[in-house]
């Protein structure tokens, strides 16, 4: 949030006479960048346009062009959480450079941890537990973020943490403790490594449970249900002692 606002804010202070179209694309080139190297995720029109206080539209524009300059590149991943219910795709973008160096890094993760595993079940079992260590820090960076403010609940940070790594969470109904996962910023990675959605499910794991500690250490039972839907992933998550009796219905 502090980065939008900040981006926001040299928005509005820079010279009208500034903001050209070309300097737009790159103070958004800039704010692309800076999200790939702090979440490892790309932004959507929407979010893109919130941080610039410039309609979305506009945003798409911009980010277009960039596309065909060959400095961002588009990624369609199932539906768009701000268009649930209507088979819009969700569309993000991220810098070129980034994205290439990104999927590089994952494939070679991926291919050294399905090298080391001789088996199926080592390979699952190294995945959650890779998994469950990135969630526990994610779940720790939360806490130090909040500092003395009232900390947030376990729902709370994970739908903080999958909003921001780019899985856009719809909940299935609003009472309910399922959500789809409308967008996967990992899709192209998964048809060549499917290990990566064990590797998340440990995370959502390792988030849950992480930020779970101070409820009486109840632990979270998770399911993950990858592409199991035309809207995405499914996704249900519940403590210990309050698990669901009857099945959710996809």
């Not at 199932?78 to 994205?99: F, H, K, L």
């Not at 973020?145 to 719809?170: E, H, I, R």
Request: charged share 20%; hydrophobic share 35%; glycine share 8%.
């Amino acid at each position: 949030m502090s980065q939008e606002i900040q981006a926001r804010k040299q928005w509005i202070q820079a010279p009208a006479k500034r903001r050209s179209g070309e300097e737009i694309r790159s103070a958004i080139m800039d704010y692309l960048h800076t999200a790939a190297e702090q979440t490892g995720a790309g932004l959507t029109a929407q979010q893109i346009g919130a941080a610039f206080g410039i309609h979305p539209t506009t945003a798409r524009f911009h980010l277009e062009r960039l596309v065909e300059q060959g400095k961002a590149v588009r990624q369609r991943t199932g539906s768009d959480s701000q268009s649930a219910g209507r088979g819009r795709p969700a569309v993000i973008y991220s810098p070129t450079s980034m994205n290439q160096a990104r999927e590089d890094m994952i494939s070679s993760l991926c291919t050294a941890l399905e090298t080391a595993c001789p088996d199926a079940r080592s390979k699952d079992e190294a995945a959650l537990k890779a998994g469950q260590a990135w969630g526990r820090a994610l779940a720790q960076r939360d806490k130090i973020n909040a500092g003395k403010s009232v900390p947030s609940s376990m729902t709370q940070t994970l739908l903080d943490a999958l909003t921001t790594l780019g899985f856009a969470p719809v909940r299935v109904r609003p009472d309910s403790a399922s959500w789809y996962l409308t967008a996967c910023p990992f899709l192209e990675s998964v048809s060549n490594h499917p290990i990566i959605c064990k590797i998340h499910l440990g995370m959502i794991q390792g988030l849950a449970n992480g930020s779970n500690k101070g409820a009486g250490d109840k632990k979270a039972h998770v399911v993950l249900k990858p592409l199991s839907s035309s809207k995405g992933c499914f996704l249900k998550v519940a403590t210990a002692d309050n698990r669901p009796r009857r099945r959710v219905k996809q």
